[in-house]
């Protein structure tokens, strides 16, 4: 990181960190170069912003490339308990699991390249839902120069792969070496919690936790035996789960999956002499408080927030906690302002 940079840069810097919406992450961008001492210390970061700024405006503001009105969007606002991108080399099978996890029409095709814009979709998870964003293939013969903008907004992806593809493992590699051309890092570990901004001191690198998903394992008998070979020869260390989008095996393992490896907390708020909003939950995730409740609720009530009461599995039954109390997964939070 360039020497010199003011706190004013940093400040704006560790809100564009913290940021998730792509909307709040370009106010923070323009922020950043609003602010950045300009000197030659920091050409470099601030051609960077600019180039971000250009990015991110040119899809949620500007003209659609080519006079194109309605393109697809290539980047998804976050919903759900979690977004999570589905990567992988072409026809490894991302769009059909999209299509069986989340109901979506996602396009399937038996050659590769079928997938070309980013496609939302929500996976049932109990009470809840994640949000599941199919991407076209990461392949050397097809960079998509959008990639690491649509990703920012991802908490988590998923990387699905044809262990019968002759080719998997190099396929794997290239795909790696893409990302990481981007500054963006495919890692094993799972942050149980809220999700914390990267560390280090590139503002744009990007630590994606992932999940391997060996897919089509209709097809491949024994394919959870060769599921360490080829993690060992792609020098991948991931946790991985053995599925097929065409049988539907291991796919019930994905909700519960994820939704311990992220630390989801759901909440379920009530009014004072009411009986709780048992339908939709707010969802958070562990360590978070009363005070990020009342955040999601409405930033005026997280202001005027005075105190709230709890109930839940931990043992509370209507005690009166401050903003700061951590809740816990079936936590029912009565606000008082
Ligand atoms: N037998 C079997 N075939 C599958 C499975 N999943 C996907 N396929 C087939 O694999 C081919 C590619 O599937 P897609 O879902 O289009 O693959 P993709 O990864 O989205 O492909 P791109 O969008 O080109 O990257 C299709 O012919 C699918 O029917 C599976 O679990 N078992
Ligand atoms: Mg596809």
């Known amino acids: 990181m360039p020497a010199n940079l003011s706190p004013e840069y940093k400040a704006a810097e560790a809100a564009f960190r913290a940021a998730r919406e792509p909307r709040e992450r370009l106010h923070w961008l323009r922020e950043m170069l609003r602010v950045i001492p300009k000197h030659k210390g920091t050409d470099h970061l601030q051609a960077d912003i600019k180039h971000r700024i250009k990015e991110l405006a040119e899809e949620l503001e500007g003209p659609r490339k080519g006079g194109t009105r309605g393109a697809p969007s290539l980047v998804v606002r976050p919903e759900g308990a979690a977004q999570i991108a589905l990567l992988g080399p072409p026809n490894s099978g991302k769009s059909a699991l999209h299509a069986r996890l989340t109901g979506s029409g996602a396009h399937v095709g038996p050659y590769p390249y079928t997938t070309q814009h980013p496609e939302p979709g929500m996976l049932p998870f109990e009470d809840i839902h994640f949000q599941l964003v199919d991407l076209p293939p990461v392949s050397p013969e097809?960079?998509?120069?959008?990639?690491?903008?649509?990703?920012?907004?991802?908490?988590?992806?998923?990387?699905?792969?044809?262990?019968?593809?002759?080719?998997?493992?190099?396929?794997?590699?290239?795909?790696?070496?893409?990302?990481?051309?981007?500054?963006?890092?495919?890692?094993?570990?799972?942050?149980?919690?809220?999700p914390q901004p990267p560390a280090g001191d590139d503002p744009f690198a990007l630590r994606l936790p992932a999940l391997l998903l060996a897919n089509k394992a209709d097809r491949i008998p024994g394919l959870a035996g060769e599921l360490q070979t080829f993690l060992d020869l792609a020098g991948l260390a991931l946790p991985a789960l053995v599925v097929s989008a065409e049988t539907g095996q291991g796919l019930g393992e994905l909700g519960p999956w994820l939704f311990g490896r992220l630390g989801v907390v759901r909440v379920y708020t009530k009014a004072p002499g009411k009986p709780p909003e048992h339908r939709h939950p707010y969802t958070l995730r562990r360590g978070q408080t009363v005070e990020d409740v009342a955040r999601l609720v409405h930033q005026d009530i997280a202001t005027a927030l005075k105190y709230a009461r709890v109930w839940g599995r931990s043992g509370f039954a209507g005690q009166q906690v401050g903003r700061e109390h951590p809740v816990e997964d079936g936590d029912v939070v009565e606000l008082h302002v």
């Open 142 to 194: 097809h960079p998509l120069p959008w990639l690491a903008a649509a990703l920012q907004s991802a908490d988590a992806c998923l990387l699905v792969v044809d262990l019968a593809e002759a080719g998997c493992v190099e396929q794997v590699q290239a795909l790696r070496a893409i990302l990481l051309e981007r500054r963006i890092s495919l890692v094993a570990d799972w942050p149980e919690g809220a």
